[in-house]
C-alpha cells in the first residue's frame, strides 16, 4: 500500500503535467504527392458517444475551422464509440492506417488503454501522427443537484465509512481517466481506492444520463462536459481538480484543494491522424490547426466551453507524449494494472 500511495500520487499528478470509411488522398510515407489535399470531405472522429469531452471538442474543432474558412472541405463529427476508444484505434490502426481525411481526437486514454493489462488495447500513440495538442481541461467531482451531499468532504466521510456504499461512474473504463478522477479525492483522503465502488460508462454523456436517473451516486468526470446541465440547474459540481478556481460558470465551485483534499488533476486533449499520413497532409493541417489557435474564433470557443487553452505542436505533442506514456507506466505498475 505504501508502494501505491507513492506511485499513484506521482502518477496522478504526472498525468496533469500533463470509423470505416473510403481512404482519402494518401501516399506512402516518406513522398509526397502534389494532389492539392483535402480534396474531399474531412471525418473528425469522437471515439465515444455524444456529450463527453471528445465528443464537445471534436465539435469546436470542426465548427470553428468551418466558420472561419481555414479548412474549405466539408467537415463532419463521427461518434464510434466502444472501449474507452479502444474499439475505433483498433480499426483506425488497421484499416485507416493510410486515411488522411480521417483524424480524431483524444486525450490520456490513448495512452493509458495501450499500457494497462485489463482491457488492453495493442494501438496506441505508435499508430498515429499526433497533429496538435489544443486545450486542456480539468476533473469535476458531480452528483444531482437535489443530492444530499454538498461539497466534497460529506461524499468523502461517507466513502470513507464505507467505500463501497455509494457507486462511483464515468465514462471510462476501469483504470482510465474518469476512474482515476473519481477515486483520486478518496485516495487523498486516506480511503483505499481499490475498495470504491467504480462503474463504467461508454462516454461522459452516458454517465451524466446514469446520474441523473439515479443509477449513480457521484461521477467523476471533465468538467467541460457538464457545464451545460450545471447552467440548467440539474447538477451539482462538488470541487474541480484544477490548482485554482475556474472561470465563468465555475466561479463558484470550489477546488478540491480549498476543501483540504491535494487532488490535482488535469486532462489535455489533441488531435491525431493515421499513422502514416502522407507529408503534404500532415503539412497542411500543421498550417491549418496554427491558423486555428491564432484565431480569436478558436480563443472564444475554448473560454465559451470551460476550457484553458494550452497549444503544442506536433514536433512538441510528440515529445510530450513520449514522456507521458513513461509517467503513466508506473502509475499502472502502483494499481498493478500494467501489462
Not at 463532419?76 to 474499439?87: F, H, L, R, S
Amino acid at each position: 500500500m505504501k508502494k501505491f500511495s507513492a506511485v499513484m500520487c506521482a502518477g496522478a499528478l504526472a498525468i496533469s503535467l500533463g470509423a470505416c470509411s473510403s481512404q482519402g488522398t494518401s501516399s506512402s510515407e516518406g513522398k509526397e504527392e502534389n494532389t492539392g489535399y483535402p480534396t474531399k470531405a474531412i471525418s473528425v472522429v469522437a471515439p465515444s458517444g455524444a456529450g463527453g469531452g471528445w465528443d464537445l471538442t471534436a465539435r469546436s474543432f470542426t465548427k470553428v475551422l468551418s466558420e472561419t474558412k481555414i479548412v474549405e472541405q466539408p467537415l463532419t463529427v463521427e461518434n464510434k464509440p466502444g472501449g474507452g476508444g479502444a474499439v475505433f484505434m483498433a480499426e483506425y490502426a488497421t484499416a485507416q492506417a493510410e486515411n488522411n481525411d480521417m483524424l480524431f481526437v483524444n486525450s490520456p486514454p490513448i495512452i493509458i488503454n495501450n499500457l494497462k493489462k485489463e482491457g488492453n488495447s495493442p494501438y496506441g500513440v505508435k499508430n498515429t501522427t499526433p497533429l496538435a495538442q489544443l486545450t486542456k481541461d480539468y476533473g469535476a467531482i458531480v452528483v444531482k443537484e437535489d443530492s444530499k451531499f454538498t461539497d466534497l468532504k460529506s461524499v468523502l466521510e461517507e466513502v470513507k465509512k464505507d467505500p463501497s456504499k455509494l457507486t462511483f461512474a464515468g465514462g471510462s473504463a476501469p483504470g482510465s481517466m474518469d476512474h482515476l478522477i473519481s477515486i483520486l479525492p478518496a485516495f487523498k483522503y486516506g480511503v483505499d481506492p481499490t475498495k470504491v465502488k467504480y462503474v463504467s460508462y461508454d462516454g461522459g454523456g452516458e454517465a451524466i444520463t446514469a446520474l441523473l436517473g439515479g443509477n449513480a451516486d457521484v461521477i467523476g468526470t471533465d468538467a467541460s462536459s457538464v457545464k451545460e446541465f450545471l447552467k440548467a440547474g440539474k447538477v451539482r459540481v462538488l470541487a474541480v481538480t484544477s490548482l485554482e478556481r475556474l472561470s465563468g460558470d465555475f466561479k463558484d465551485i470550489p477546488t478540491a484543494k480549498e476543501q483540504g483534499v491535494d487532488a490535482e488533476f488535469t486532462i489535455w486533449r489533441g488531435v491525431f491522424g493515421p499513422e502514416k499520413m502522407s507529408k503534404e497532409a500532415k503539412a497542411y493541417w500543421d498550417k491549418a490547426i496554427k491558423q486555428l489557435v491564432d484565431s480569436p474564433e478558436w480563443k472564444n470557443e475554448v473560454e465559451s466551453q470551460g476550457w484553458d487553452f494550452d497549444y503544442k505542436n506536433s514536433d512538441d505533442f510528440k515529445t510530450f507524449l513520449e514522456e507521458q506514456e513513461g509517467q503513466i507506466q508506473q502509475l499502472l505498475a502502483a494499481l498493478g494494472m500494467q501489462k
